[in-house]
């Protein structure tokens, strides 16, 4: 079955562009995370969703990063007037939302943005 | 304070040998779970095996088991018969919380492994 796509796969911006990543999770999957991975460490959370609200976006970096889910399937995050330190891998999981304490993240193959 | 460490940057093992992948945790958290994900050089992140707090028994999936120390706090990585498609980098990582689906998982900053022929 299809997993988490990601697109594009490479993306490289001028320091001062606007860019969008989206991200396209299992069918059927409630929760979608998006997360931050720089060269050479592990990710970091940026944002949660449960269907289409944003319950948690304490992991935004700044105001320049904001992203959204207005149908509870894809995700877009988008970073405005980006800069040289938002070059990284950005990766999207999905997840069932049942409540166990198991809850296997399945994520996507990332984003690598490079900003010059 | 880190909340996940993973002290070796990395690791080098023969094909067919055991090699063992350190992590240990913090949290004040009586309810976590544990996982370890693998990310080749193609960049996905691979799901290998969970562990919850509350577990008895350490978990095993194939080749892979959890050495699970909770008095330690630590939750070590065990590969058994290394293979050359082992090698990439490894990621120790905790959920806190009582399974509440919405909490993110908290990386390490990962460990190396290469395994040559």
């Known amino acids: 079955g299809a997993g988490v796509s990601q697109s594009p796969r490479y993306k490289v911006a001028k320091r001062g562009q606007d860019v969008a990543l989206r991200c396209d999770p299992i069918s059927g999957h409630v929760s979608l995370f998006w997360y931050q991975q720089a060269l050479g460490q592990g990710p970091e959370f940026l944002t949660y969703?449960?269907?289409?609200?944003?319950?948690?976006k304490s992991g935004l970096p700044s105001d320049r990063f904001f992203a959204e889910r207005p149908e509870g399937s894809v995700s877009t995050l988008k970073i405005q007037r980006t800069q040289q330190e938002d070059s990284a891998v950005y990766l999207c999981?999905?997840?069932?939302?049942?409540?166990?304490?198991?809850?296997?993240?399945?994520f996507g193959p990332g984003t690598r943005l490079t900003v010059l | 304070a880190q909340k996940i460490t993973q002290t070796q940057p990395g690791m080098f093992v023969q094909e067919k040998e055991a090699v063992t992948l350190d992590c240990t945790y913090d949290t004040s958290d009586p309810s976590y779970g544990l996982f370890w994900y693998k990310q080749p050089s193609s960049g996905e992140m691979i799901f290998l095996i969970y562990?919850?707090?509350?577990?008895?028994q350490n978990a095993t999936e194939g080749r892979y088991s959890l050495n699970f120390q909770k008095a330690r706090k630590s939750a070590n990585l065990v590969i058994s018969a290394s293979q050359l498609g082992d090698s990439a980098m490894y990621f120790c990582a905790m959920r806190e919380g009582g399974g509440q689906a919405g909490t993110a998982l908290i990386f390490g900053k990962g460990t190396t492994l290469s395994v040559s022929s």
């Open positions: 562990q919850g707090s509350y577990d008895q």
């Open positions: 999981a999905s997840s069932l939302s049942q409540g166990s304490s198991y809850n296997e993240q399945f």
């Open positions: 969703f449960q269907n289409e609200a944003q319950l948690d």
